[in-house]
């Protein structure tokens, strides 16, 4: 029978502390520290944030517990994971598709989150030269339009995050997270400290935790379930894919918690590591994707020693961002080596060549393809943004729970859980089975028929 066909070991993370600093790296990215406050600042800030944080409670930290349970169960990476999962409970090996559209969302997501992530890259330089003589909006202007530039931050964006795939879990990614994670977190800390001190803090703090429900639409909601999901790398297998490699005795629940807890922290610190400093330049909050490297930069070029503070916020991006990348890749390799289709680094070279092909559309989307729409009114990258992050992972995500709320055996589960306070147990349980699923379906529906008027209606 074809499950029984031996799949090769990718081995397992040392240690409980690196499942953590992995799966935080995973979590902890972009979506933190670029696109939390952009959102925020465009959606009216504390609204969003709170429906933010409900989110990330009801529907993303019960998924990622699913999820771990699913890649811990197996070992193996998110196809043969459903796969091996669904045959042990009786069910249909056609849940391995939830894998499958995981390993494509997550090449979609990782094609053009390397596009940003390399021009965060190439930020790091333009802080430190960057003099103010032209302004931030030319300079991010000049930055964009010139393909070969992006083409070439791109380029090594993706190189740096094969390399570390190609070296395998320990030895590649388990051991660069125990870099990375630490110096991500002084680096936050530092630039949360500067920012309290030099910036206004007190308005940065009533923006970001003083709600104004006025303007919440159906749309803030499915933007904050689309960002709590992105932000936990939930829906597309890279939670699964590192659980995988859990050791068996670590705690999933606490773990997960951990997790999100961390996650939301640092998307809160980036807001307050950003927000003082552009209330204090007296900049805009809500001006969208381009809050970090226009407003910052702006910032950073009227504020002292800004050449030497923007390069570390802007290495502090990229940071984030490479501990989320190799997360994304992951999966993929895992699954083409596993099946002895490639080797680990035949695998990971094969999927960022596709990938970075990928990714050129979305790297010119910015410049000579700017006209080109291929869903409805989006360019390149925002068509691959929003099949990823509103179709894509809310999906998944939804999937997922209702597999391990519907389908899943439960002793399976039981083992994986081990011995937890049976209230949290049935909570989860009941969050996973109804909850999540309702919700993302709710979500959806609003998307496809107007419900604003709900909004409307209660907002007078
Ligand atoms: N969570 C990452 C971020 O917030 O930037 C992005 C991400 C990584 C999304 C891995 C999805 C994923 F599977």
């Given at each position: ?126 802080a ?62 530092f630039m949360?400290?500067y920012?309290?001190?030099n ?101 950073f070029?009227?504020m002292?020693f800004g050449q030497l503070i923007g390069p570390i916020f ?147």
């Amino acid at each position: 029978m074809e499950i029984q066909k031996q799949l090769k070991s990718h081995g397992a993370w040392v240690g409980k502390w690196t499942f953590i600093l992995a799966a935080t790296g995973s979590a902890v990215g972009l979506g933190n520290i670029w696109g939390f406050p952009y959102k925020a600042g465009t959606n009216g800030g504390g609204a969003f944030v709170l429906i933010y944080l409900g989110c990330i409670v009801i529907i993303g930290l019960p998924i990622m517990i699913s999820e771990i349970i699913i890649g811990r169960r197996s070992g193996n990476s998110p196809i043969n994971a459903m796969r091996k999962v669904a045959i042990d409970s009786g069910q249909t090996q056609a849940w391995q598709l939830v894998g499958w559209s995981g390993i494509f969302a997550g090449a979609l997501i990782l094609s053009f989150y390397s596009v940003i992530a390399g021009i965060c890259l190439n930020y790091i330089f333009i802080a430190v030269s960057s003099s103010g003589a032209i302004s931030a909006s030319e300079e991010f202007g000049n930055v964009i339009s010139s393909p070969i530039n992006l083409l070439f931050w791109h380029t090594l964006f993706m190189v740096l995050t094969t390399l570390i795939v190609a070296a395998g879990v320990k030895d590649g990614i388990g051991r660069m997270v125990k870099i990375l994670m630490p110096m991500l977190g002084f680096l936050m800390i530092f630039m949360v400290i500067y920012s309290i001190i030099n910036g206004d803090f007190n308005r940065a703090m009533s923006f970001l935790f003083a709600p104004d429900f006025s303007n919440v639409t159906s749309d803030t909601v499915l933007q904050a379930m689309g960002q709590a999901f992105f932000s936990l790398s939930l829906g597309m297998g890279s939670i699964m894919a590192y659980g995988a490699y859990m050791p068996k005795n670590q705690d999933i629940t606490s773990t997960s918690f951990t997790v999100a807890s961390l996650d939301t922290l640092v998307a809160i610190l980036a807001g307050l590591a950003i927000f003082p400093i552009i209330f204090a330049f007296n900049l805009e909050p809500g001006s969208g994707p381009g809050l970090v490297f226009v407003s910052m930069l702006s910032a950073f070029n009227q504020m002292q020693f800004g050449q030497l503070i923007g390069p570390i916020f802007f290495i502090l991006l990229s940071v984030a961002a490479l501990s989320s990348s190799i997360s994304l890749l992951e999966p993929g390799v895992a699954y083409l080596s596993e099946e002895g289709i490639l080797s680990r680094g035949q695998a990971a070279i094969a999927i960022s060549f596709f990938v970075w092909v990928l990714g050129i559309g979305s790297a010119l989307s910015f410049n000579v393809w700017s006209d080109f729409h291929l869903i409805s009114e989006k360019n390149f990258l925002d068509s691959m943004d929003f099949l990823a992050n509103q179709i894509l992972l809310p999906l998944g995500g939804m999937l997922i729970a209702i597999f391990v709320g519907w389908f899943m055996k439960e002793s399976l589960i039981k083992d994986e859980i081990g011995a937890i306070n049976p209230v949290i147990y049935y909570l989860w349980r009941f969050f996973v089975r109804f909850i999540a699923p309702a919700c993302v379906a709710y979500i959806f529906l609003s998307q496809i028929f107007d419900l604003n008027w709900i909004f409307d209606f209660y907002s007078g």
